[in-house]
């Protein structure tokens, strides 16, 4: 693990470390199986329609120390994540629910939040407006049952040591000393505890250092360990069979439509996207393995109507034209009264971002003569000139919340805060909101291949490409899913088998 | 009681100087762009309110400066912003006893290392062991400690597999096993910097009066060593040993994060990165006082040890 969990408090948590965790000794209604599809979990069963969801919760689901698991307790969750007070950085997942919104501005009491208990297993949900994806966000960590009286027990110090929580999920935490380990043992409680064959999970290290990591596994001190484009050259070089997973990441220019911004020409914008070829930028300038050429603002991993999206729903496919590009250069020159001004292009300071901020830098040199600047700010300056809008192009990236193509299409709705560039399109925003409430899944589907072309056209962002981590597991171990929502990796199907 | 009456002029002075070390932090650190609660994933402008609520940075910043003051004044840092659950005293009093220990035996290392190698080399002037300790005290001194702690860290991998068990840990935290290689390297700098300021100051001695009266009465050079020579040339060394140990507890933070060592300094570093304001009020403030603390001390240590220097009371300084 890089670090320590910042928060194992799921109305609070927001990083991967503590999704990682948490995702171990917490289940919610629903969960994610093998192929990282919606299974059920608490819940044995729902009815999900345009006006609100009904789940029946498993009467054996029990909590770590033996209390059953009751649909009050999502009730009170719910409602402690979007009362104001409470500070949830994910109160927003929750705004699917009625007076969710309200509630969480202060407008309406949390009481007034559309969840109830119909009775100890039964949870009746009522929606704001349809939402079709409702069930991929009960798999969130802010949708997970929380307890009242532990919560009020320990106050502060709730879910901050392993004897302040309590856990739903195929594991506990067992052991938990700040910054340097932790243990997770099988919880006896689960319901489906004899699917779980791990009996412990040791988290012996915590460090941000790649070199460290890949050191502990030399040594057999891990069994898992996650690579850097440096360790990754080390472990080749040692010929460790390296693994790659696509983890729905999508990596991509943003460009700044403010006003007055150079990059607002969309005659400039053409010529960046005639000169620029992904495919070049994955295999030989970043060279790492599993990342995949991007066209799209959708990633490979995204579902379509019955299968992949990017198979039903293929982007076009980009040729590289010098002379167009020229021409659209020329136009934007005139436009601009004779000059395109310098450009600032706003990166983080890690070795890849600098090489794909340099590559770009010298490409569009070259090609079009443009002088691009490159403002390398560590995370948080970088964060800070992106919402100030402090940039003409940024490198971005985006990891999904849940399992909806949503996650990404409503990224550069005009509303949306992380849609830095402010790029503004009201057929966009349309096509949003078909896809956010329409209830048939070939509807929504066309309404985001809408915002697929769209996006190509306005070319309000560059796709660069599609991420990928790279990783060494031990040859023993087995069955380790990789997640693309919630906590990643996930060893709840996980055991050891003696290589042959 | 002119040191009861020197120590206390000196805690004022360093009551100051922790304040004034507070101020600057506080004003410094709110004016670096970017701010605790922004992420790569932006939420919307009601939940910002909610969180900045929350976290009273809503407030003013004349009555967060305010409110920070006096309750640090009562001993409370606050909750740090990254690490929600837990309160800044915490993560100190967790964390900076592993930095602590740590310190503690790489300054022993260092001090040890830097008195015989030094002495070595002033005694063998100008001939091969002076000169060959000299070449790895320019090379220690110039290759950062991180380059040391990889290096090291794949010599024990290799030493594990020439022996086919785990003699030592890659890496991580526990026994005294875990803490041999990290303080070693932790300590390389100080042992190459101690090294040559025993080296100087020996010779310096050895050129002294008394050491040829010394030499005149017929000691062996042995003894003049042992009775005159080291004893005069370690002085000029506690002077520079108070700073250097807050150096080596404090600044440890890169061994920590190669050999995931759960130390303060890791906390730090982590802290100014993602601008939790918090911890970088408490772990500068902490570190100040640290720091304050223990070049009082070696003064204090000084002026027991070397009987030409004597206290003043008046808080003024140490000269005699």
């Given at each position: 693990?890089?670090?320590?969990?910042?928060?194992?408090?799921?109305?609070?948590?927001?990083?991967?470390?503590?999704?990682?965790?948490?995702?171990?000794?917490?289940?919610?209604?629903?969960?994610?199986?093998?192929?990282?599809?919606?299974?059920?979990?608490?819940?044995?069963?729902?009815?999900?329609?345009?006006?609100?969801?009904?789940?029946?919760?498993?009467?054996?689901?029990?909590?770590?120390?033996?209390?059953?698991?009751?649909?009050?307790?999502?009730?009170?969750?719910?409602?402690?994540?979007?009362?104001?007070?409470?500070?949830?950085?994910?109160?927003?997942?929750?705004?699917?629910?009625?007076?969710?919104?309200?509630?969480?501005?202060?407008?309406?009491?949390?009481?007034?939040?559309?969840?109830?208990?119909l009775d100890r297993h039964t949870l009746q949900v009522s929606f704001e407006q349809p939402c079709p994806y409702f069930l991929g966000l009960t798999a969130f960590a802010t949708y997970y049952p929380l307890r009242a009286d532990v919560v009020e027990r320990y106050g502060a110090r709730f879910a901050a040591?392993?004897?302040?929580?309590?856990?739903?999920?195929?594991?506990?935490?067992?052991?938990?000393?700040?910054?340097?380990?932790?243990?997770?043992?099988?919880?006896?409680?689960?319901?489906?505890?004899?699917?779980?064959?791990?009996?412990?999970?040791?988290?012996?290290?915590?460090?941000?250092?790649?070199?460290?990591?890949?050191?502990?596994?030399?040594?057999?001190?891990?069994?898992?360990?996650?690579?850097?484009?440096?360790?990754?050259?080390?472990?080749?070089?040692?010929?460790?069979?390296?693994?790659?997973?696509?983890?729905?990441?999508?990596?991509?220019?943003?460009?700044?439509?403010?006003?007055?911004?150079?990059?607002?020409?969309?005659?400039?914008?053409?010529?960046?996207?005639?000169?620029?070829?992904?495919?070049?930028?994955?295999?030989?300038?970043?060279?790492?393995?599993?990342?995949?050429?991007?066209?799209?603002?959708?990633?490979?991993?995204?579902?379509?109507?019955?299968?992949?999206?990017?198979?039903?729903?293929?982007?076009?496919?980009?040729?590289?034209?010098?002379?167009?590009?020229?021409?659209?250069?020329?136009?934007?020159?005139?436009?601009?009264?004779?000059?395109?001004?310098?450009?600032?292009?706003?990166?983080?300071?890690?070795?890849?971002?600098?090489?794909?901020?340099?590559?770009?830098?010298?490409?569009?040199?070259?090609?079009?003569?443009?002088?691009?600047?490159?403002?390398?700010?560590?995370?948080?300056?970088?964060?800070?000139?992106?919402?100030?809008?402090?940039?003409?192009?940024?490198?971005?990236?985006?990891?999904?919340?849940?399992?909806?193509?949503?996650?990404?299409?409503?990224?550069?709705?005009?509303?949306?805060?992380?849609?830095?560039?402010?790029?503004?399109?009201?057929?966009?925003?349309?096509?949003?909101?078909?896809?956010?409430?329409?209830?048939?899944?070939?509807?929504?589907?066309?309404?985001?291949?809408?915002?697929?072309?769209?996006?190509?056209?306005?070319?309000?962002?560059?796709?660069?490409?599609?991420?990928?981590?790279?990783?060494?597991?031990?040859?023993?171990?087995?069955?380790?899913?990789?997640?693309?929502?919630?906590?990643?990796?996930?060893?709840?199907?996980?055991?050891?088998?003696?290589?042959? | 009681?002119?040191?009861?009456?020197?120590?206390?002029?000196?805690?004022?002075?360093?009551?100051?100087?922790?304040?004034?070390?507070?101020?600057?932090?506080?004003?410094?650190?709110?004016?670096?762009?970017?701010?605790p609660l922004s992420d790569e994933k932006a939420v919307s402008p009601e939940i910002r309110k909610n969180l900045e609520a929350r976290y009273g940075l809503d407030k003013s910043l004349g009555t967060q400066y305010w409110i920070y003051i006096t309750s640090m004044a009562r001993g409370d840092f606050g909750?740090?912003?990254?690490?929600?659950?837990?309160?800044?005293?915490d993560i100190i009093a967790m964390h900076f006893p592993v930095s602590a220990m740590l310190g503690a035996l790489a300054v022993l290392f260092a001090t040890v290392g830097g008195i015989l190698w030094g002495a070595v080399a002033a005694r063998y002037r100008n001939r091969w062991p002076d000169g060959a300790?000299?070449?790895?005290?320019?090379?220690?001194?110039?290759?950062?400690?991180?380059?040391?702690?990889?290096?090291?860290?794949?010599?024990?991998?290799?030493?594990?597999?020439?022996?086919?068990?785990?003699?030592?840990?890659?890496?991580?935290?526990?026994?005294?096993?875990?803490?041999?290689?990290?303080?070693?390297?932790?300590?390389?700098?100080?042992?190459?910097?101690?090294?040559?300021?025993?080296?100087?100051?020996?010779?310096?001695?050895?050129?002294?009066?008394?050491?040829?009266?010394?030499?005149?009465?017929?000691?062996?050079?042995?003894?003049?060593?042992?009775?005159?020579?080291?004893?005069?040339?370690?002085?000029?060394?506690?002077?520079?040993?108070?700073?250097?140990?807050?150096?080596?507890?404090?600044?440890?933070?890169?061994?920590?994060?190669?050999?995931?060592?759960?130390?303060?300094?890791?906390?730090?570093?982590?802290?100014?990165?993602?601008?939790?304001?918090?911890?970088?009020?408490?772990?500068?403030?902490?570190?100040?006082?640290?720091?304050?603390?223990?070049?009082?001390?070696?003064?204090?240590?000084?002026?027991?040890?070397?009987?030409?220097?004597?206290?003043?009371?008046?808080?003024?300084?140490?000269?005699?």
């Open positions: 693990m890089a670090t320590e969990p910042p928060s194992l408090n799921t109305l609070l948590a927001t990083d991967s470390e503590s999704f990682f965790v948490l995702s171990h000794v917490m289940e919610g209604l629903a969960q994610y199986g093998a192929n990282n599809e919606l299974v059920p979990a608490i819940a044995s069963r729902w009815e999900i329609d345009e006006s609100g969801a009904t789940f029946w919760l498993r009467p054996d689901a029990r909590w770590s120390d033996g209390e059953p698991v009751t649909a009050e307790q999502f009730v009170y969750a719910w409602r402690q994540a979007v009362d104001p007070k409470t500070g949830a950085p994910y109160a927003s997942i929750l705004y699917p629910v009625k007076n969710a919104r309200a509630i969480n501005t202060g407008k309406l009491p949390s009481e007034q939040l559309g969840v109830k208990a040591e392993a004897d302040t929580m309590v856990y739903t999920g195929p594991f506990k935490l067992e052991q938990w000393v700040h910054g340097s380990s932790m243990r997770l043992v099988r919880n006896p409680e689960y319901w489906d505890v004899s699917s779980v064959a791990l009996k412990k999970i040791n988290i012996p290290f915590m460090t941000t250092s790649a070199a460290a990591v890949l050191n502990l596994y030399k040594d057999g001190a891990i069994a898992y360990a996650n690579l850097d484009a440096e360790t990754l050259r080390e472990a080749v070089v040692e010929g460790y069979p390296v693994r790659r997973f696509r983890n729905g990441t999508i990596f991509f220019i943003e460009f700044n439509f403010r006003e007055a911004r150079a990059t607002r020409n969309a005659d400039l914008r053409k010529a960046m996207q005639l000169v620029f070829d992904s495919a070049t930028l994955v295999n030989k300038v970043i060279a790492v393995p599993g990342n995949r050429p991007l066209y799209s603002l959708f990633p490979s991993t995204v579902r379509g109507v019955d299968g992949p999206f990017y198979r039903e729903y293929p982007a076009k496919p980009l040729a590289q034209d010098l002379v167009l590009a020229r021409k659209h250069l020329e136009r934007a020159r005139l436009a601009m009264g004779g000059q395109v001004p310098p450009l600032t292009f706003l990166v983080s300071e890690t070795p890849v971002s600098v090489i794909i901020g340099e590559y770009l830098q010298n490409l569009f040199k070259q090609s079009l003569g443009l002088d691009i600047r490159l403002d390398k700010q560590i995370f948080k300056q970088r964060i800070a000139r992106m919402q100030s809008g402090d940039f003409d192009m940024v490198l971005a990236g985006w990891g999904p919340d849940f399992d909806d193509a949503i996650t990404y299409g409503d990224l550069f709705a005009s509303w949306n805060e992380n849609n830095r560039g402010r790029y503004q399109n009201a057929r966009y925003d349309h096509w949003v909101e078909v896809a956010r409430q329409s209830s048939d899944q070939t509807e929504r589907m066309n309404a985001m291949a809408q915002l697929q072309r769209i996006m190509q056209e306005d070319i309000g962002i560059l796709p660069l490409f599609e991420g990928a981590s790279v990783y060494l597991q031990h040859p023993e171990l087995r069955g380790v899913r990789r997640a693309i929502f919630g906590g990643d990796p996930n060893y709840k199907h996980a055991r050891l088998e003696k290589a042959e | 009681m002119p040191l009861m009456r020197y120590i206390s002029g000196r805690l004022v002075s360093g009551v100051f100087t922790i304040w004034f070390i507070a101020t600057a932090t506080f004003f410094v650190m709110h004016w670096v762009p970017g701010d909750i740090s912003y990254t690490q929600k659950n837990r309160s800044v005293n300790i000299m070449f790895a005290v320019i090379l220690t001194v110039s290759v950062p400690s991180f380059v040391f702690a990889a290096l090291s860290q794949h010599l024990i991998i290799k030493l594990n597999q020439l022996l086919g068990f785990s003699l030592l840990p890659v890496a991580g935290w526990g026994g005294f096993r875990n803490m041999l290689v990290p303080a070693l390297v932790l300590g390389l700098g100080t042992m190459a910097y101690l090294t040559r300021l025993m080296r100087a100051s020996t010779l310096e001695v050895a050129g002294s009066e008394y050491i040829k009266t010394a030499r005149a009465k017929g000691l062996s050079s042995l003894q003049i060593f042992r009775h005159h020579e080291f004893r005069n040339a370690v002085l000029p060394l506690i002077t520079v040993l108070g700073p250097a140990i807050a150096a080596i507890t404090t600044g440890g933070f890169v061994v920590e994060l190669i050999f995931t060592i759960p130390g303060l300094g890791r906390y730090f570093v982590a802290a100014v990165q993602q601008l939790d304001y918090t911890v970088i009020m408490g772990t500068t403030v902490f570190y100040g006082a640290f720091l304050v603390l223990m070049v009082l001390l070696v003064d204090i240590i000084y002026g027991l040890v070397d009987p030409r220097i004597r206290l003043q009371g008046k808080g003024a300084g140490v000269r005699a």
